[in-house]
């Protein structure tokens, strides 16, 4: 089976952040967020962002490179127990 690969770099960042960022997102968090109080909420936003996020992201795409799956089957073939995190 041959698996696709993007072709540049720009396609991959893009197809990442559509795939991470919805229309709630966009639409919904920032009238939440104001309406709640705003910076009170950035607050813990962004450190959960940095310390489990943004490395998870990290973690889950270089699996995923390394062995050209998705993130249980890549979990599975790292070690067997650990497919369900992927899930």
């Known amino acids: ?5 993007w072709n540049t770099r720009v396609g991959f960042i893009l197809a990442a952040i559509g795939s991470a960022v919805g229309l709630g997102n966009i639409w919904r968090f920032s009238y939440v967020a104001y ?22 992201m990290i973690l889950e795409f270089g699996l995923g490179s390394k062995f050209l799956g998705s993130a249980p089957l890549s979990l599975k073939k790292a ?5 369900w995190i992927g899930w």
Do not use: D, Q, W
């Not at 089976?1 to 690969?5: A, D, G, K, T, Y």
């Not at 070690?79 to 497919?83: A, I, P, W």
């Open 1 to 5: 089976m041959v698996r696709e690969v």
């Open 35 to 56: 309406e709640n109080g705003g910076g009170a909420f950035l607050i813990p936003y962004f450190v959960a962002l940095l310390t489990a996020g943004i490395p998870l």
């Open 79 to 83: 070690n067997k127990s650990f497919e």
